[in-house]
Structure formats: structure tokens, C-alpha cells
């Protein structure tokens, strides 16, 4: 689906908007432009004897792009991957990011692309484990921005005071706890700092809210929005980012701690040699990751800490 193809779905969210006004509880309204899919992205390695090959690699990917610019950014990793492990890739994409968490937790999936809430969250509840950050122009750190329409009076979060903002999703580090956190930290119920929020299920589909004038604001993930604005200018033209939170940790890719032990080695050894092999490295520029690296314990510490003082409010 290209970006001007997801115009058509921003009728649904104009809808909610819409009934929301009518509703004088300021809770937010989920609005998902996204879709359940599970799709075998991958076949085995060519050549392999299929009545002996190894069950397929699954792998969840949570919504930070919608389904389709979810399937286009990760299939040529996951090909490189499933040919490296000489088995088949099984791609799980699903609405929320605790729908992601779950897959792990219940041993469902083997492999997951999360954002740092979901870590955080995923640490908690099942002891989520950190295989692998992606490096992206010499850092593992990255922003939640604080976007609104080019054409706006917006210029400072204060300026969105009583207006109508979009989060990406519940469990969001950038797409919601990190302006949640520093409302909080300014004495601010962020359910009565705007007079409507509602859930869009991925960045791209909060950047195209805000073009579309469905919603005045919305926190969106600086990956998300440089990777439009370098692969897809058109995406992003409409907005203009008026402020920034962080550094964070970077989405990171993780395991079930029970992973077995050889195929998280070998997951594990696979990524961090990416970027030195030509076919690798090729993909990882479409990506704009410069590598895979193993992660600082206390990268995710921020989000650790935003987390606990919002949970306990």
C-alpha cells in the first residue's frame, strides 16, 4: 500500500473523532488503521531438502509502520536471515504492541522487533531479554517528536493545550510514554491537557493525522519520521517537529529468556555480523542501520524509570 493509498483510511479516523466529540469523558479512543496478519514471508534457502528442514524461524515485528511499510522495511532482513539459517521465516505483524508481547511471552513466535515500552513492559511481566540493537548513524539512542501540521499555529507543546493528539500506541516509548512523562513531570493530567487523544497503531499512520488535519499533535519515533522523510519525503511534508524527548535506547530486537540456547547464539552471532558482508550491509543501508550491536545495560534505563513514575501516578 503506498502512502497515498492509506488516505482512504483516514475517513475511519475522522469517524472517531467525530463520535468522540460527543463523549465528555476525555479517555482515549483506539483508532487503528492497521491489520492482523501473518504472512510466510520467507522460504527456506534454495537447494534445502524440505521433508528435512527445520521448522520455520517465526518472527514478530510490532506496529511501529503500518502492515504494509511493516512487510516492505523488515522482508529483506528476514530473507537474509532464513537463507543464513537454511530454514523458513514465518512474519506474525499484529495491531498492538502488547498483542507482540504476548506472542513472546506465550512462546509463540522465536524472535521479535519491539520499541522500548514494550521492553520495558515485556521485562516485567516475563523477563524479556535483549538480543540485539540496531546502531544508526554511530548511536544506539533515538526521539520521541513532537509533531503538528506545517500549516499550524503550533510552535510548543503548551500551544497544543485543549486540542485533539494522536499517540501511536499504549505501550509506546516515543509514540506516548515520553510526552506522558513530561506532562506529568510539569504537574499536568495529560487526560485534561488535551480535550481528545486518540490510538493511530503505528508512527506513519500518526504522520499522516497530523497532514490530514484529523488531529491537531502527535509524539511519533525520530527512526520512523527521518526513514519517511529520506525514503518517502511526501510522507512527512505535510508536518513540521516542533520539539524532541530523549535520547532513548533504540528499538531493540528480542528473545523469550527460554529461547533455545544454540538458536539464540546463533540469532545472536548472525546480527552482530551483518554489517560485514556485502548482501548484509546492502540491506542494513535500506534500513539506514549502520549495524547490529549488543546492548548497554543501562540503555533502557530512562525508559525503565519514565515508566515506573507514569504506572504509579
Known sequence: MTWRGTRCL????????????????????????????DVAAVRPAEG????????????????????????????????????????????FQ????AEVNDLLKHRQVDLAFVCGGALVVGEREFGMQVLAVPQVRGKTEYYSYLIVSRKSRYWRLE????????????????????????????????????????????????????????????????????YLRARDPEAVSGTRVIARWGPYGIPPVVVHPDLDPALRSALRLLLLS??????????????????FVEADPSLFQSIREMEARVRGR
Open 48 to 91: 534445502t531438502d524440505t521433508r528435512r528442514a527445520p521448522v520455520p524461524l517465526r518472527v514478530a515485528v510490532a506496529a511501529i509502520l503500518s502492515p504494509s511499510r511493516n512487510l516492505d522495511a523488515h522482508h529483506d532482513l528476514l530473507t537474509y536471515i532464513g537463507r543464513r539459517l537454511g530454514r523458513g521465516v514465518q512474519l
Open 10 to 37: 483516514g475517513a475511519l479516523l475522522g469517524a472517531g473523532l467525530a463520535v468522540a466529540a460527543c463523549d465528555r469523558t476525555p479517555q482515549p479512543i483506539p483508532v487503528s488503521f492497521a491489520r492482523r496478519v
Open 159 to 226: 500551544d497544543l493545550r485543549g486540542e485533539s493528539f494522536a499517540f501511536s500506541d499504549p505501550l509506546s516509548n516515543s509514540g506516548r510514554l515520553a510526552i506522558i512523562h513530561t506532562l506529568v513531570q510539569r504537574g499536568e493530567a495529560p487526560e485534561r491537557f488535551f480535550r481528545r487523544t486518540v490510538f493511530t497503531y503505528s508512527h506513519d499512520n500518526s504522520i499522516l493525522a497530523v497532514a490530514d488535519g484529523l488531529v491537531d499533535g502527535a509524539a511519533v519515533d525520530s527512526l520512523v519520521y527521518d
Open 274 to 291: 551483518m554489517h560485514a558482508e556485502p548482501d548484509a550491509r546492502k540491506i542494513l543501508d535500506r534500513l539506514r542501520i549502520d549495524r
Open 94 to 97: 499484529r495491531g498492538t504492541y
